[in-house]
């Protein structure tokens, strides 16, 4: 069973997050049912993304490896099919399975370029898409296929180190934005505390205004910065939505732990 669409998702649980607001809006303070519920609104489609990306990447890292096999068989002079069946017996992690579909296609009678054109719709990394795409348009364009295959391997391969070496690079950068929003929310958490304490110095009033000033700021950090992580490491915002239920859960962690 295949599982919704994001916009669909994304719609059920926005009407999940409303009816939830309106049903809890006389039991939880406003701070606490504005985060709440946008981790409501959210978290179905963090997951789904996250498990898109996951997949995509573990895809992604044995590709090359796929197009490098597939250019030495094809040296042999065996058909392309015969090359794709010998692949499918071999270990690609997630790829196995599109390969099997692939070869299944090509035996009931699929040209090659109406089969990768299907294992590219389903595959949801871009990367690899791309290099499918290239090889059925060099095909259709004729020419030597093994020479191509083994061109694009070498060419996989050497995008596939860049990005291993981008994403290491900026896991640091990641980890000093979290820091950066921890140490606000703790900040946030002792000004706080000192506030409530010291009923002396402040008026009701001032500390409620001092509360939804840091909940404000803090709400707009775990989003802002959930988002600049998504597109630091994937290039996509979208990426960031699991970084943003993170930041949320940990703010409401940190308004129960202050007092809020």
Not at 212 to 232: D, E, H, K, N, R
């Amino acid at each position: 069973m295949s599982l919704p669409s994001l916009k669909w998702l994304f719609a059920l649980s926005v009407a999940a997050s409303v009816a939830f607001g309106f049903s809890l809006r006389e039991l939880l303070p406003t701070e606490d049912l504005v985060a709440f519920c946008t981790l409501v609104a959210l978290l179905p489609s963090a997951i789904k993304v996250e498990l898109e990306n996951r997949r995509a990447r573990k895809v992604w890292y044995y590709f090359p490896d796929f197009l490098s096999d597939l250019a030495k068989c094809r040296k042999t002079g065996l058909p392309i099919m015969k090359c794709v069946e010998q692949a499918t017996g071999r270990n690609y992690g997630h790829l196995t399975k599109e390969l099997q579909r692939l070869l299944a296609m090509l035996k009931m009678g699929y040209s090659l370029s109406e089969s990768l054109e299907h294992l590219a719709s389903n595959l949801k990394a871009r990367s690899v898409r791309l290099y499918l795409f290239l090889l059925e348009q060099s095909i259709l364009a004729g020419g030597s296929d093994a020479d191509l295959l083994e061109t694009l391997a070498n060419s996989s391969k050497e995008i596939r180190r860049l990005e291993e070496q981008r994403r290491n690079r900026c896991k640091p950068l990641m980890f000093m934005v979290y820091l950066s929003f921890f140490v606000f929310l703790a900040i946030a958490v002792v000004i706080n505390s000192v506030a409530a304490t010291q009923h002396s110095f402040f008026a009701a009033e001032d500390l409620e205004a001092v509360k939804f000033a840091m909940f404000t700021t803090a709400y707009v950090l775990a989003i802002s910065s959930g988002v600049f992580i998504g597109v630091l490491m994937n290039g996509d915002f979208r990426s960031g939505l699991v970084h943003i239920c993170a930041n949320l859960a940990v703010l409401m962690a940190g308004m129960k732990i202050g007092g809020w």
